[in-house]
């Protein structure tokens, strides 16, 4: 089955830098990488996703990048802010679901 | 986007009773949908996949006649915890999955606290 690994799993920036999330996937089948950001005590919430027939995704300050060939993808947010800190979780999807461990991202003022 | 609601967002209950929570596809039509379990400071972990008008599908280690999964509708998936110990404390989530155009999409719940006492 699939196994996604994800880095880091902490990790901590002055507001206005720029954040970096990577997370690698093992099925090649796998054509459905979604991100979500979840605060404490809160579901997942689907900030953006990418899917297998596109290698980059920008969503204002969120911004996605997939290479299928190495099979890792990432999550990028510039300009951090924050309320920008949480734990974001990577999925990788064929027919299930696979979720990443987590990266607990906080914002210094 | 797409939203999932999950009902109640939090329940205390007597250790030996039944606890059900709902979650409700607001505005597509989710034939699929995954109920997570998670701890403090760790990711999901997948309990069981429910599908409309069929018995669930349950993860290995999770007990299908503890926690009973009902998928009566399109819109309304229902996780019942049985015999409720203070260990089945934890926060429940749910997904629903929307086939889309452009592919499938899948959209969290905002979760249940689930305390047993």
């Known amino acids: 089955g699939e196994n996604v690994e994800q880095h880091p799993s902490t990790l901590s920036v002055q507001e206005g830098d720029s954040a970096v999330i990577k997370c690698t996937y093992s099925d090649s089948a796998s054509n459905y990488f979604p991100w979500y950001k979840q605060e404490l005590g809160k579901g997942p919430q689907l900030i953006i996703d990418?899917?297998?027939?596109?290698g980059e995704k920008k969503d204002q300050r969120i911004a996605v990048t997939l290479n299928k060939t190495a099979k890792h993808f990432s999550l990028h947010i510039t300009e951090t802010q924050p309320e920008d800190s949480a734990v974001y979780f990577c999925?990788?999807?064929?027919?299930?679901?696979?979720f990443g461990t987590g990266t607990s991202l906080t914002v210094i003022p | 986007g797409a939203v999932v609601s999950q009902h109640p967002s939090r329940v205390i209950c007597k250790s030996g009773t039944s606890v059900k929570i709902e979650c409700r596809s607001l505005d597509f039509q989710a034939t699929t949908m995954f109920w997570y379990r998670q701890f403090p400071k760790q990711s999901l972990m997948l309990m069981a996949t429910?599908?409309?008008?069929?018995?669930?599908?349950?993860e290995q280690g999770v007990e299908k006649d503890k926690f009973l999964i009902n998928h009566a509708s399109l819109t309304l998936s229902t996780l019942t915890v049985t015999s409720a110990h203070p260990e089945d404390s934890s926060f429940y989530i749910c997904s629903a999955e929307d086939i889309e155009f452009s592919g499938n999409t899948i959209y969290f719940g905002e979760g249940s606290w689930l305390t047993v006492v």
């Open positions: 429910s599908n409309e008008g069929s018995k669930a599908t349950y």
């Open positions: 990418i899917r297998s027939n596109v």
């Open positions: 999925a990788a999807m064929d027919n299930q679901f696979y």
